[in-house]
């Protein structure tokens, strides 16, 4: 069963290896969608929505959460984001980690797609 939910948070970020306006100081409203697998149990929960959301919160939002991304992320792009996002949870069952910039633009990062060093 896959188990899924989603999150915002406020940050500015820029990108030092980026031409373009982007590479200036800018901000948005991220949307983060953080997906686990597990099995359903005997009382019918694969993984608990409040749990999911008490660890995400803990882990990453308020580490992010109106922040200047670069002190965290050294180069905060959406694709670094979504990896530093997966180190934070990786205890986790984790499937897929999504992060959006805005609206209409986003990155998927899944578990078969992690890079050796992730």
């Given at each position: 069963?896959?188990?899924?939910?989603?999150?915002?948070?406020?940050?500015?970020?820029?990108l030092?290896?980026?031409?373009?306006?982007?590479?200036?100081?800018?901000g948005?409203?991220w949307?983060l969608?953080?997906?686990?697998?597990?099995q359903?149990?005997?009382?019918?929960?694969?993984?608990?929505?409040?749990?999911?959301?008490?660890?995400?919160?803990?882990?990453?939002?308020?580490?992010?959460d109106?922040?200047?991304?670069?002190?965290?992320?050294?180069?905060?792009?959406?694709?670094?984001i979504?990896?530093?996002?997966?180190?934070?949870?990786?205890?986790?069952?984790l499937?897929?980690?999504?992060?959006?910039?805005?609206?209409?633009?986003?990155?998927?990062l899944?578990?078969?797609d992690?890079?050796?060093?992730a």
């Amino acid at each position: 069963m896959l188990v899924s939910r989603e999150f915002s948070f406020v940050g500015a970020h820029q990108l030092p290896h980026y031409q373009g306006k982007c590479e200036r100081l800018h901000g948005h409203t991220w949307r983060l969608r953080v997906t686990v697998q597990a099995q359903v149990g005997p009382d019918g929960i694969a993984f608990d929505f409040a749990e999911l959301g008490r660890i995400v919160r803990d882990k990453v939002i308020e580490k992010l959460d109106h922040t200047f991304l670069n002190d965290m992320i050294p180069n905060p792009s959406a694709e670094n984001i979504a990896y530093w996002v997966w180190e934070q949870l990786k205890e986790l069952p984790l499937l897929e980690i999504r992060v959006w910039e805005s609206e209409d633009t986003f990155v998927t990062l899944r578990r078969e797609d992690l890079r050796q060093d992730a």
